[in-house]
């Protein structure tokens, strides 16, 4: 099966600390989805990102930012100047086959921002 | 707004009980996913559904079942539970890939106990 690994099991900042969570996935594919979604405390996954495997382009929204490089299939994203808000479970999740498997979620990577 | 809604949000059964757990979206989607969540193990998929009366195996499909009647409408059934079905279930769904819209939105999860 396809993979996708989080290393980071648990990153705890400081407020206003920059931080960078990784994702990394295996794929023979050359067409595919990339997602990353957010899992506050409340429970629900929120939708943060999707980009496809064509679209190299770093994106910033705001505080946070992605790195897609395909070269070493990783996916990363940072989140500048951290907030607590931001705590959360993070989720990275590619979907193979131009999105025609279902999402594989990593293990997930628990963000905890210290006032 | 779009959105999924599971039946409930925290359910307690006993050993051997068959239980049903309904998850219902308002966004026309084709695709319906399970996922159960567990701590150190992410999202783990049950079943998936493609189009009404369609049904796949995911990874952990053992001691599951799915009903889809109709297309806004995915049910998970534990034919017997067992207290290694204690777990958060979180049900998505989603367009068909490709569209421009394509990414998956989750429910609120049920937090089923097993006693």
Request: one cysteine or more; a neutral charge; proline letters at 3%.
């Amino acid at each position: 099966a396809q993979k996708v690994t989080q290393a980071q099991t648990e990153i705890s900042v400081v407020e206003k600390e920059d931080v960078t969570l990784d994702c990394v996935y295996e794929t023979r594919d050359t067409t595919y989805y990339l997602f990353w979604y957010k899992q506050p405390p409340s429970g629900e996954l929120v939708f943060l990102i999707r980009r496809n495997s064509f679209d190299e382009q770093n994106e910033i929204s705001g505080r946070y930012s992605w790195n897609f490089q395909k070269s070493t299939s990783s996916f990363n994203f940072t989140i500048t100047a951290s907030q607590v808000v931001d705590s959360a479970v993070y989720f990275c999740a590619p979907s193979y086959l131009s999105g025609n498997t279902p999402l594989v979620f990593g293990k997930g990577t628990r963000l905890s921002v210290i006032a | 707004d779009v959105k999924v809604t599971q039946s409930s949000r925290y359910l307690v059964k006993r050993t051997g009980e068959k239980v049903f757990l309904e998850c219902v979206q308002d966004m026309d989607h084709e695709n319906m996913f399970w996922y159960r969540q567990d701590p150190g193990l992410g999202l783990r998929l049950i079943y998936f559904s493609y189009d009404v009366k369609m049904k796949e195996k995911g990874d952990i499909p053992e001691g599951y079942s799915v009903s889809r009647e109709k297309k806004e409408r995915f049910s998970l059934i534990l034919e017997s539970a067992s207290t290694n079905q204690t777990s958060m279930y979180l049900c998505a769904s989603s367009p068909r890939a490709g569209t421009v819209n394509y990414g998956y939105t989750f429910g609120s999860g049920t937090r089923l106990t097993v006693v």
